[in-house]
């Protein structure tokens, strides 16, 4: 049974830095890209960045504006997800996503693209 586990969120002041974290398992990870998304108080989900499965390519939304740097550790089966200078509007539930193939997909910003998620890790930025 495929597991996907979010970790690392909590409450921080604005301009504060969080990095998130989420392992997979039960499926051979390497054979997934991985996204990370976010929903926001009042707004859908939305997608903030895509890593392929090796580690090599990764695509992020335009309004990370260098913020958000996602990475991967293949041999912990983990996904990161660093965020900086964290701003009111990045308060949200923050969710992982395992991608249904190993590179990023053209449209990763779509939900549809993803056949796995997590239950996600709740961030609050204070001011």
């Known amino acids: 049974q495929v597991q996907v586990v979010e970790s690392g969120g909590g409450l921080v002041q604005r301009g504060g830095s969080l990095r998130l974290s989420c392992t997979a398992s039960?499926?051979?990870?390497?054979?997934?890209?991985m996204a990370w998304f976010r929903e926001s108080p009042g707004k859908e989900r939305e997608a903030i960045a895509c890593?392929?499965?090796?580690?090599?390519?990764?695509s992020y939304a335009d309004f990370v504006e260098g913020r958000f740097t996602m990475s991967r550790d293949n041999a912990k089966e983990s996904v990161s997800l660093q965020i900086n200078n964290l701003k009111l509007q990045d308060t949200g539930m923050y969710y992982c996503?395992?991608?249904?193939?190993?590179?990023?997909?053209?449209?990763?910003?779509?939900?549809?693209?993803?056949?796995?998620w997590g239950r996600g890790t709740q961030v609050t930025v204070s001011s």
């Open positions: 890593i392929s499965w090796s580690g090599g390519w990764t």
């Open positions: 039960g499926l051979t990870f390497t054979n997934h890209a």
């Open positions: 996503a395992v991608a249904k193939q190993p590179a990023i997909p053209a449209d990763w910003e779509e939900t549809s693209r993803y056949k796995h």
